[in-house]
């Protein structure tokens, strides 16, 4: 059974940081690029960030490109998003997916979906 689990949200200021963290299981992980989507109260869940399975290679939404940092350890089964410079637009459940056919930006190109963390910008 694949599972994804995020976690790391919280709460932050306005200009301030965090991480984010998405545990796999059930699935050979390197295989999969590795997606992270937001969606925020009212709006459609959108594309954040992606990784293909190396690490090589990065996508990113402009809304977050130089802010937004994405990464993997393959070792770990694990995705990270270290979020910088967070601003109140920034606030919104943080999904991680994966996709094992190629790297997508948008969201019907992923296989699975964890349930979330939500990350809360105060400012």
């Known amino acids: 059974q694949v599972k994804l689990a995020e976690s790391g949200g919280g709460l932050v200021q306005a200009g301030g940081s965090l991480r984010v963290s998405c545990a796999a299981s059930?699935?050979?992980?390197?295989?999969?690029?590795m997606g992270w989507f937001r969606q925020a109260p009212g709006k459609e869940r959108e594309f954040v960030a992606a990784?293909?399975?190396?690490?090589?290679?990065?996508y990113y939404a402009d809304s977050v490109k130089g802010r937004f940092t994405i990464s993997r350890d393959n070792a770990q089964n694990t995705v990270y998003l270290q979020l910088n410079s967070l601003k109140p637009e920034d606030m919104a459940v943080y999904y991680c997916?994966?996709?094992?056919?190629?790297?997508?930006?948008?969201?019907?190109?992923?296989?699975?979906w964890g349930q979330g963390t939500q990350v809360t910008v105060s400012s």
């Open positions: 997916a994966a996709d094992l056919l190629s790297v997508s930006m948008t969201a019907a190109g992923y296989d699975y």
């Open positions: 059930g699935l050979a992980f390197s295989r999969y690029t």
């Open positions: 990784i293909n399975w190396s690490g090589d290679n990065t």
